[in-house]
């Protein structure tokens, strides 16, 4: 068996000092002055008013009782959702119910947007003005340089990530260059700062975002850059405010009342999203599909158990009828017996409630997760 080959290098002793431990040491100071510089630029979040303090944790109230159903009595929860869903619908916690109907305000034209901005163009000069003046530094004085060896091995696919600057082809992936030493330092230094800075540091190395809920003011870190402005996108994802400009917030409690009439099964964490159609059949032949189908899942529980639904997939026919009901697994996750017992039970409870027997989409929750689509008709 033939020998491995070593490759080796010598380099000169002094590339320690002189590159690798400028380098480091400039980042961590850099790190420290960003975090001062952040602290002093961020704007003081505005302490939000009782309306609107009211009109977000009001929409939340009836997520949270979706999605803890189970956690209290049928009774207590069938008297809390006909509150929320008849205050939803008329409009009681909306912080300027005049505004119903009119088309939403021009986010640019919002104070609390405008200031929002700002905070996260603060935010990205203090990020990549820094960034820039190193990233200058490093190319002018130490381009080309290779200047360690990791002591364990790679494989190739780190190459790029290790060399970059040297246009090498056969040299060992485990020898770093001076420009790979600062991205490592630059996506690496975190447990450093929150050593020195602590936790809730502003340094720049790979710290999350939060928003809050009166003001979007973030602060953009190194690391995550793509995630931070998806989060400016996206405030609900990382705590922000439930409203943001643009948004109409009567619709979205119109929404989630319907989501509390239609979607809410009593005892359980399973809700749906309902979506009614347009049918020629009677409504007698809807309602015996429902209840054959939710007799048919209350057997096989009673005999078998609960457990989840062979193929992911349920389908119950009628041939006479020509009715068909089809619940199928989705978003990778499986539905059980049980789920889909208590999604048939809601999806009854509502056309009932109502008595409005039509075919239907449906998605069936079980809290957060979609675990199925289905048909009705």
């Not at 494989?155 to 246009?167: D, N, Y």
């Not at 450093?192 to 790979?206: A, M, Q, R, T, Y």
């Not at 996108?233 to 009342?257: I, L, R, T, V, W």
Request: glycine share 8%.
């Amino acid at each position: 068996m033939a020998d491995t080959m070593v490759q080796t290098i010598h380099r000169d002793p002094a590339l320690f000092y002189w590159i690798l431990f400028p380098i480091t040491v400039v980042m961590i100071l850099t790190g420290i002055l960003r975090h001062y510089a952040t602290t002093l630029l961020a704007t003081t979040p505005k302490k939000a008013d009782l309306p609107t303090l009211r009109e977000q944790r009001s929409l939340l109230r009836g997520i949270n009782l979706r999605s803890n159903s189970a956690a209290i009595s049928r009774s207590s929860f069938e008297t809390r959702k006909n509150y929320l869903a008849s205050a939803y619908k008329e409009g009681a916690f909306l912080k300027d119910p005049e505004s119903r109907g009119k088309p939403a305000a021009n986010p640019m034209t919002d104070p609390a947007a405008m200031e929002g901005m700002m905070g996260m163009m603060k935010g990205n000069m203090a990020m990549m003005i820094p960034q820039t003046l190193i990233m200058s530094w490093i190319n002018a004085f130490f381009a080309g340089f290779v200047i360690m060896k990791l002591p364990f091995p790679l494989t190739i696919r780190f190459k790029s990530m290790l060399q970059s600057g040297v246009a090498t082809r056969d040299l060992d992936v485990r020898w770093v260059s001076s420009l790979s030493w600062y991205f490592l330092n630059l996506f690496g230094l975190q447990s450093v700062f929150i050593f020195i800075l602590g936790d809730d540091n502003e340094s720049g190395s790979g710290k999350p975002i939060f928003g809050n809920s009166a003001n979007i003011t973030p602060t953009l870190t190194a690391a995550s850059q793509m995630a931070q402005q998806m989060s400016q996108m996206n405030p609900q994802a990382s705590g922000a405010g439930m409203f943001q400009p643009g948004q109409d917030p009567h619709k979205m409690f119109q929404s989630e009342a319907e989501n509390l009439e239609a979607g809410c099964a009593p005892g359980s964490t399973t809700w749906i999203i309902l979506n009614l159609m347009p049918t020629s059949r009677p409504g007698a032949s809807i309602q015996e599909m429902l209840f054959a189908a939710y007799n048919s899942v209350v057997a096989h529980i009673s005999t078998s158990g609960d457990g989840l639904v062979p193929a992911g997939m349920f389908h119950v026919s009628n041939g006479a009828t020509g009715m068909d009901l089809l619940c199928l697994n989705a978003d990778n996750h499986q539905i059980t017996w049980g789920m889909l017992g208590a999604a048939l039970n809601a999806l009854q409870d509502f056309m009932n409630s109502y008595q409005i027997w039509s075919a239907a989409t449906f998605a069936i929750y079980d809290g957060e997760n979609q675990v199925s689509v289905g048909s009705l008709g």
